[in-house]
């Protein structure tokens, strides 16, 4: 059955409306008729059998006949991710998204070779929002995590709010994710910080050191940056998860 999602706020009883992409989606893409069934997921966890009551033009009004209460992860994980050039951040998007992670900061660093003009950053989100959205349909999560405006390193220090902060990088060889993990009580919410593709200065880690970041290894191996994000996410999520099931 085809999930949509649609923002809490949307809802009004036992109704809703859809509009936009998902409006032509369902009329014209899988030709959905009144009195068919779909679901609809919204941001607070809730997904609800729906039934199509009117196909109008410009939206569609269904009946919410029943929901069920999908409970949030027991960890908030809030990603600095280094924007990395040509098509590299939208498939970290999507697949952080599966990953299940809650906040995602496209971070500007020395080395970040995209650069955005001011009045097309808005419409860049936007384009991020729609991939998102688009990835959390594929495997049906109904959390979305949030995306925010580009920031400079520098502005990270407003930004951070975990009780542990995490940087992968590179050049680190001793220290295991685990063994970080463990010194400091496995904590649910956790900042994490990846770099673009030449990595962070030693000016930047520095820096990222004195704000109570500590720096761990992803390994022996070398990774493109999109790998990098997978393998670091699903390790740090693996041991998270490890741990509660302990």
Known sequence: MKRLFIPAEEIKGNTAKIKGGDLHHLKNVLKKKVGDEIEI????????????????????????????????????IRLFQAIPKGKSFENIL?????????????????RTVVVYEKERIKAKVEKWQKIIKESAKKVGNQFLPEIKFPISLNEIKT???GEQKILFWELEEGVSLWTILEKNGFSKNIDVVIGPEGGFSIKEVEY???????????????????????????????CLERKVNT
């Open 94 to 110: 999507q697949k952080v998204t599966e990953l299940g992670i809650n906040e995602i900061y496209p971070l500007i660093t020395e």
């Open 208 to 238: 990222l050191k004195e704000l109570g970041f500590t720096t761990v290894s992803l390994g022996k191996r070398i990774y493109t940056v999109e790998t990098a994000v997978i393998v670091a996410l699903s390790n740090l999520i693996f």
């Open 41 to 76: 997921a919204d941001d607070n966890g809730r997904i609800f059998k729906s039934i199509i009551k009117e196909i109008k033009e410009k939206e569609i009004i269904i009946e919410l006949v029943a929901f069920k209460l999908i409970n949030p992860s027991p960890f908030y």
């Open 159 to 161: 930004c951070i709010s």
